[in-house]
């Protein structure tokens, strides 16, 4: 909580630092072209942004052989218990690389609890993996989901399954390259995966143009939107913080934020959220914030996909979030006009990744 403010107020500094200038009027985000004239030094759009820094990763000669078969086993149904889900399957491209379904649907057609994420710049978190930040490195999540019930190929039954797969001719090869003299179980086939997932990296959005001082990337709306998104509506401080537009990415650990979503029923019903992981009561029904990057592309919306559309999900933000007996006091109503939400939403769609997931040709 405390590293948050602070990643805050050094985001404020940053947006608003550099402006030597006596500020004469308060930023007036989203209230048209003709005020926009009157205020451009003091407008947070129009000082210095944040870029996306480069994944940092320890030297690995096998790096680009793990990613190849990483990609092959993304994508490949035959991880799963019943041939019927590949990791692909709840991560596609089409959902922007979230899910499709409110919660996602795993292996023999079994609801799970959770809308599953978009993953682009996944591998950004530090120790804070799944909304609730229960896998403390991408090669735990990837043996979470594939032994779990996403992929259901059962727990205890991974290293088997990993030599089964191993074993295919084409596969071997690949796993011969990745993993030379290495005997392959799930811990390799979890780090392939994640070598894969590392590659998902989403640094190239119209905002990442902008930031890099190319000013024609976000046209007016969305310049104004940016205004409306760091200042008055306070989303790009405490929980959306540029560049990586969820304050949990970079910070080991993770953050959690408890905004109300899915505490509108009876207490028992309650998605706990991180309480689940820290055992702490004030962890009560908080959640990672998710990454903004492609939040256009990947409706449904929040950690149980109850709100379909993206407009409806800004108005629950920017109004407080859901009244319940954790919400965080981060969150109030922002007054938004419907104006300034039009322009914040407008400034969003710069946030779309252009990149996809290829599909490979599985061995
Ligand atoms: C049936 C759908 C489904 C399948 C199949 C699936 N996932 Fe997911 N994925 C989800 C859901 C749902 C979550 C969020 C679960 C949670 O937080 O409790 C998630 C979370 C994740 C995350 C964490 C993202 C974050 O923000 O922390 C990663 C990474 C990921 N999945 C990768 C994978 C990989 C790798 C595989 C294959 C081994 C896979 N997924 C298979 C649904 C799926």
Redesign the pocket.
């Known amino acids: 909580m405390k590293r948050t403010f602070v990643l805050g107020l050094a985001i404020t500094a940053a947006v608003t630092g550099g402006c030597k200038k006596k500020q004469a009027a308060p930023p007036q985000a989203g209230s048209g072209a003709a005020a926009q004239q009157d205020v451009p030094k003091t407008r947070p759009s129009q000082q210095p942004l944040p870029q996306l820094p480069d994944l940092e990763l320890a030297a690995d000669p096998k790096r680009a052989e793990k990613i190849e078969l990483g990609h092959a086993l993304?994508f490949d149904q035959r991880?799963?218990g019943g041939n019927d889900?590949?990791?692909y399957?709840?991560?596609k491209n089409e959902d922007g690389n979230g899910?499709h379904d409110p919660?996602?649907?795993?292996?023999g057609d079994k609801p799970?609890?959770?809308?599953?994420?978009?993953?682009w710049n996944?591998a950004y978190?530090k120790g804070?993996?799944?909304?609730?930040?229960?896998?403390k490195t991408?090669e735990d999540?990837?043996k979470g989901?594939?032994g779990g019930?996403?992929?259901n190929a059962g727990k205890d039954n991974l290293d088997k399954k990993a030599a089964e797969l191993a074993a295919i001719p084409g596969y071997k090869k690949l796993f011969d390259a990745a993993f030379p003299g290495t005997e392959i179980k799930a811990d390799q086939v979890a780090n392939a995966?994640?070598e894969y997932?590392r590659t998902l990296i989403c640094k190239d959005t119209a905002y990442d143009k902008y930031a890099a001082g190319d000013k024609a990337a976000l046209d007016d709306q969305q310049q104004r939107g940016l205004d409306v998104f760091l200042g008055k509506g306070q989303c790009g401080m405490t929980c959306h913080a540029p560049p990586y537009f969820s304050t949990a990415m970079g910070a080991e650990g993770g953050v959690y934020f408890n905004v109300g979503i899915g505490t509108d029923q009876p207490e028992d019903k309650v998605d706990v959220g991180r309480t689940k992981v820290s055992n702490r009561p004030e962890d009560w029904a908080a959640f990672?914030p998710?990454s903004l990057r492609n939040v256009t592309k990947s409706p449904p919306y929040f950690?149980n996909g109850s709100v379909a559309k993206l407009e409806d999900a800004v108005k629950i933000m920017a109004t407080g979030g859901i009244a319940n007996k954790n919400k965080n006091p981060a969150l109030a109503d922002r007054g938004l006009t419907d104006a300034e939400r039009a322009d914040l939403i407008a400034f969003l769609g710069g946030l779309e990744c252009p990149g996809k997931l290829e599909e490979p040709k599985l061995p």
């Open positions: 993304f991880l799963s889900r590949a990791c399957s709840c991560h899910g919660v996602a649907i795993g292996s799970l609890t959770r809308h599953a994420p978009v993953i996944v978190f804070s993996f799944y909304w609730d930040g229960r896998a991408l999540n990837a989901a594939w019930p996403n992929m995966l994640s997932e990672k998710p950690h």
